[in-house]
């Protein structure tokens, strides 16, 4: 059994962005071992596909975490959408409920990183390979929720936060941020010898489009409609169109309901 994750923990203040701040330091060496970076604004933040994810200590919680890997990113697949669930079990703890509460108030995943209540989006993730060395390779995963409200400069259209389903005095910066590392240690020891096999049917009944109507975008065009059959044992969206199923990487496309 491979050892549990004990990470080192930084801070900061102000940071453009939690990750590359990460990426950063694994590049000249600073940091050299599993790391969690908790920052209280983030003025240039970004999410998947170029999109700024901006955030204040007042309504959010914003950290990165670096962890070395010793497997193939292709047996890694997956992992960024098991990420999603762990999350949400790391808020269920810091708030004294279970997951299936949350799953019962709305909470939900959209593929392939976004954390929803409802048709509002209250989180995303973003996954980021770094190699500081030929032999040595990290992930860095970067997590953004909205808390109390949305920022008043956020993005993102029909954005919603974890207190439109929870109490506000359960909404803990630091809490919450200790519970979802507790839960990320156990992902990196779920996937140090297994795979995505052992959450693919939890993560497609969490699925915010499961078995509806649905459009692959890419850089703002529909390249393809279909029925969302959920994910398979790698993580790639299966896709009933009308030629037959189409399995989708993530890559720079997204998902949306059909209107």
Same mark, same amino acid.
């Given at each position: 059994?491979?050892?549990?994750? *004990?990470?080192q923990i930084?801070?900061?203040a102000?940071s453009?962005?939690? +990750? ?11 940091? *050299?071992?599993? /790391?969690?970076?908790?920052?209280? %604004?983030? /003025? ?20 990165s975490?670096?962890?070395? @890997? ?5 047996e ?6 098991? $990420?999603? #669930?762990?999350?949400?079990q ?6 004294? @409920? ?14 392939? +990183?976004?954390?929803?209540?409802? &048709?509002?989006?209250?989180?995303? @993730?973003l @996954?980021?390979a770094?190699?500081?060395?030929? &032999?040595?390779?990290?992930l ?5 929720? *909205? ?9 993102? *259209? ?6 439109d ?9 630091? +809490?919450?941020?200790r519970?979802?590392?507790? %839960? #990320? ?10 795979d ?8 497609n ?5 499961? +078995? #509806? %109507? $649905?459009?692959?975008?890419? %850089?703002?065009?529909?390249?393809? /409609? =279909? ?7 790698? =993580?790639?969206?299966?896709l ?6 189409r ?13």
């Amino acid at each position: 059994m491979p050892m549990r994750t *004990n990470w080192q923990i930084q801070h900061l203040a102000t940071s453009p962005s939690s +990750n590359d701040a990460l990426a950063h330091g694994l590049r000249n060496q600073s940091i *050299n071992q599993a /790391t969690a970076l908790l920052v209280d %604004e983030q /003025t240039a933040g970004k999410g998947r596909m170029g999109r700024s994810w901006l955030s204040d200590p007042h309504t959010s919680l914003t950290f990165s975490v670096a962890h070395p @890997i010793y497997r193939s990113f292709a047996e890694l697949s997956g992992l960024s959408l098991a $990420c999603g #669930l762990k999350i949400w079990q790391g808020i269920a703890k810091a708030c004294s @409920i279970s997951k299936e509460e949350l799953y019962a108030r709305g909470c939900r995943l959209k593929w392939p +990183n976004d954390l929803y209540i409802h &048709n509002q989006k209250v989180g995303g @993730i973003l @996954i980021e390979a770094v190699s500081p060395q030929a &032999n040595q390779h990290w992930l860095v995963i970067g997590i953004g929720l *909205n808390l109390l409200g949305t920022p008043q400069h956020s993005s993102i *259209n029909q954005a919603g936060s974890l207190s439109d389903i929870l109490d506000p005095r359960y909404l803990v910066r630091e +809490n919450l941020f200790r519970a979802i590392l507790d %839960e #990320l240690a156990d992902l990196f020891q779920d996937f140090a010898q297994g795979d995505f096999s052992q959450f693919q049917a939890e993560w497609n009944r969490w699925h915010l489009f499961q +078995n #509806l %109507e $649905c459009q692959i975008v890419q %850089e703002g065009q529909v390249i393809d /409609t =279909g029925i969302a059959l959920g994910v398979d044992t790698q =993580g790639q969206l299966e896709l009933k169109t009308s030629t037959g199923i189409r399995k989708i990487m993530a890559g720079d496309v997204s998902l949306r309901k059909q209107a």
